[in-house]
């Protein structure tokens, strides 16, 4: 993918993922194995300033060793406080995050997605193996599972394979 396709494919799911949230049910709580609305939610206002200050640090120095692993304490803390913003606040704190993510992507060129890096759990791979990880890839996955969560009556666990477990690891 081009920087300008990485670009349009990441402004598109942000309007989709900011459409989902608003049909879902964010106050709805769940079990110990499944992330709900709520928590989607909270991870989707903190990840991406987190990406998008990976990429500036990688921009500035392209030695540096970008990513993290499911153990993040800013990763869990973010999740851990779901449901502490009421749902206009919750989507104005995504929109925030996705337009910091925005600036950033709009700041790589083509040669940037091309170059490599070194990830710090998948070692060393092009930037765009990075960008589809943690940016597109990462926001399609929450879309999906945005929309199964909001096709099932409220209390019904999800019975699909693939669901982001607590232990999610973007």
């Known amino acids: 993918m081009s920087a300008a396709e990485v670009v349009a494919v990441n402004t598109d799911l942000d309007g989709q993922l900011l459409d989902e949230l608003g049909r879902a049910d964010l106050a709805r709580s769940g079990g110990a194995e499944e992330w709900v609305a709520g928590e989607v939610a909270a991870h989707l206002a903190e990840f991406p ?3 998008a200050g990976e990429i500036d640090r990688w921009l500035a120095d392209p030695s540096a060793t ?10 869990l803390a973010a999740v851990a406080a779901a449901g502490r913003l009421d749902r206009a606040a919750t989507r104005a ?5 996705f337009a910091v993510l925005a600036a950033a992507l ?16 998948y070692g060393e791979e092009p930037l765009s193996a ?12 929450h ?28």
């Open 49 to 51: 300033r987190f990406f």
């Open 66 to 75: 970008v990513g993290r692993t499911h153990t993040d304490e800013r990763r």
């Open 93 to 97: 704190a995504v929109a925030s995050s």
């Open 106 to 121: 709009e700041r790589l060129t083509d040669e940037d997605v091309e170059s490599p890096t070194r990830n710090l759990k």
């Open 130 to 141: 990075f960008l589809d990880r943690y940016v597109v890839g990462h926001k399609a996955g």
């Open 143 to 170: 879309l999906e599972q945005l929309r199964a969560l909001g096709s099932r009556p409220r209390g019904e666990p999800e019975k699909r394979e693939g669901r982001a477990r607590r232990d999610h690891a973007r």
